[in-house]
Nanobody, 124 residues
Framework: QLRLVESGGGLVQPGGSLRLSCAAS????????IGWFRQAPGKEREGVSC????????NYADSVKGRFTISRDIAENTVYLQMNSLLPEDTAVYYC?????????????????WGPGTQVTVSS
């Protein structure tokens, strides 16, 4: 059974950093692209970043380019999202999900096997 579980969220001050983890079970990352998404109250789920099944290609939403970095550890079967220079507008529940490939637009309807999410709150 395909399963993804996020962790690493929390409360951080503006300008701070967090690293989110997305642990996969029931499948290997070698054959699955993984995307990170976020959803703030009253807003649509937004694609943040994606890493290809080969791990050689990544893309980011314009709102996080230069601040967030996606990576993966095949041995741990885990994808990470390093978030630096956090802003209050980054506050949301963050989710990871799987897909066959990363497209230019990271659209939530192209992904499945969603994790339960982890809350990130950026506030002073």
């Amino acid at each position: 059974q395909l399963r993804l579980v996020e962790s690493g969220g929390g409360l951080v001050q503006p300008g701070g950093s967090l690293r989110l983890s997305c642990a996969a079970s029931g499948f290997t990352l070698d054959y699955t692209a993984i995307g990170w998404f976020r959803q703030a109250p009253g807003k649509e789920r937004e694609g943040v970043s994606c890493i290809s099944s080969s791990g050689t290609s990544t893309n980011y939403a314009d709102s996080v380019k230069g601040r967030f970095t996606i990576s993966r550890d095949i041995a741990e079967n885990t994808v990470y999202l390093q978030m630096n220079s956090l802003l209050p507008e980054d506050t949301a529940v963050y989710y990871c999900a799987g897909a066959r490939q990363c497209l230019t637009t990271i659209y939530y309807l192209d992904f499945g096997s969603w994790g339960p999410g982890t809350q990130v709150t950026v506030s002073s």
